[in-house]
C-alpha cells in the first residue's frame, strides 16, 4: 500500500477555504489512514462537500464513526479504514479537533476492498 501525505486540521475549515495538504482519493472504496498519535481520542476524516452554488466545505465523513485512538497500543500507530462510495474521487483532510489527540506522520491510501 503506497500512502500519501494527508493534511491534519484542528478544527472544520471555514466555508470556501481549501486546508494545505488535501488527500484526494482516486478510485476505491476504502480510504486507509495510518498515522501516529501522542493522546488518546477521536479523530475524524473530513470531506469536501460542493453546494449547488458551487460553495464548498469540509464537514465531517461519517461523523458518527470517528476512530478512537489509544497511545497505549503500537506505541500510538494507528490504521483506521473509511469505507466510500466505488470509485470515489473526493478530497478529505483528518480532523485532530483542538489538537487534543496530536497526530503526526498521517499517511492515506484509497483502495479498492471487497
Known amino acids: 500500500m503506497k500512502l500519501s501525505p ?6 472544520l475549515p471555514a466555508a470556501n477555504v ?9 478510485g476505491g472504496n476504502v480510504i486507509s ?22 460553495s464548498f466545505q469540509y464537514l ?3 461523523p458518527d464513526r470517528p476512530y478512537r485512538t489509544n497511545p497505549a497500543v503500537l506505541s500510538g500507530y494507528f490504521h483506521a479504514q473509511f469505507e466510500t462510495p466505488a470509485k470515489c474521487a473526493d478530497q ?6 483542538g489538537g487534543v489527540v ?5 499517511g492515506a ?6
Request: aromatic share 8%.
Open 6 to 11: 494527508i493534511a491534519v486540521v484542528t478544527s
Open 18 to 26: 481549501e486546508p494545505p495538504g488535501f488527500f484526494r482519493a482516486e
Open 33 to 54: 489512514i495510518m498515522g501516529q498519535a501522542t493522546n488518546a481520542g477521536p479523530i475524524y476524516l473530513l470531506r469536501k462537500v460542493i453546494k449547488e452554488d458551487g
Open 60 to 62: 465531517p465523513y461519517k
Open 92 to 97: 478529505f483532510v483528518l480532523c485532530d479537533d
Open 102 to 106: 496530536g497526530i503526526t506522520g498521517a
Open 109 to 114: 491510501s484509497a483502495e479498492h476492498l471487497r
